[in-house]
T-cell receptor
Framework: GNSVTQMEGPVTLSEEAFLTINCTYTATGYPSLFWYVQYPGEGLQLLLKATKADDKGSNKGFEATYRKETTSFHLEKGSVQVSDSAVYFCALSSTGTASKLTFGTGTRLQVTL | ETGVTQTPRHLVMGMTNKKSLKCEQHLGHNAMYWYKQSAKKPLELMFVYSLEERVENNSVPSRFSPECPNSSHLFLHLHTLQPEDSALYLC?????????????????FGEGSWLTVV
């Protein structure tokens, strides 16, 4: 079956540091890949997505590239801000009847001044 | 502002109570979902409705009963829950191009309903 593995958190960084959150997946076929973000007390918001191999999703300074050869979709940001503190979820979609997401366990990011 | 609205945001219920969670999407989507988020666990897909028909039920206990009266509304009826059912319940929606062929379209989430069972 499908699965998503994310690096364990929490990740604690100083403001303006470089961020990488690793994500690898196992899936049949060619899934779409997503990063969602959850700010404290809120639901999930789509951060970025990529629908085919070598696609790069980007938003708000975050980027992730769909690497089929390594089955990875690592999230990166060159300079984090305190406002980026949140939980980040990697997910993949399975095809079939309606889109369904398989999530990783989430990685908590804490950015300090 | 979210296109998927959930009420109530917080709910405390006893194990013998009956309550319902409500979700409404304002995005014109044709598929709706219930997910459960528990501490230290991946989000779990509970139910999927596409064009108001339930198309997936991931072995969820019968004390959770979904209802989708139309494509904009989704309910989760709760009855005789257990303390381990305490979690954040997230509603979501998406627009599916063709019934029967999900293509990885973006799923939009509501802010969730925090449920505590005492």
């Amino acid at each position: 079956g499908n699965s998503v593995t994310q690096m364990e958190g929490p990740v604690t960084l100083s403001e303006e540091a470089f961020l990488t959150i690793n994500c690898t997946y196992t899936a049949t076929g060619y899934p779409s890949l997503f990063w969602y973000v959850q700010y404290p007390g809120e639901g999930l918001q789509l951060l970025l997505k990529a629908t085919k191999a070598d696609d790069k999703g980007s938003n708000k300074g975050f980027e992730a590239t769909y690497r089929k050869e390594t089955t990875s979709f690592h999230l990166e940001k060159g300079s984090v801000q305190v406002s980026d503190s949140a939980v980040y979820f990697c997910a993949l979609s399975s095809t079939g009847t309606a889109s369904k997401l398989t999530f990783g366990t989430g990685t908590r990011l804490q950015v300090t001044l | 502002e979210t296109g998927v609205t959930q009420t109530p945001r917080h709910l405390v219920m006893g194990m013998t109570n009956k309550k319902s969670l409500k979700c409404e999407q304002h995005l014109g989507h044709n598929a709706m979902y219930w997910y459960k988020q528990s501490a230290k666990k991946p989000l779990e897909l509970m139910f999927v409705y596409s064009l108001e028909e339930r198309v997936e039920n991931n072995s969820v206990p019968s004390r959770f009963s979904p209802e989708c009266p139309n494509s904009s509304h989704l309910f989760l009826h709760l009855h005789t829950l257990q303390p381990e059912d305490s979690a954040l319940y997230l509603c979501a929606s998406s627009q599916e191009a063709v019934l029967g062929q999900g293509t990885g379209n973006t799923i939009y989430f509501g802010e969730g309903s925090w449920l505590t069972v005492v």
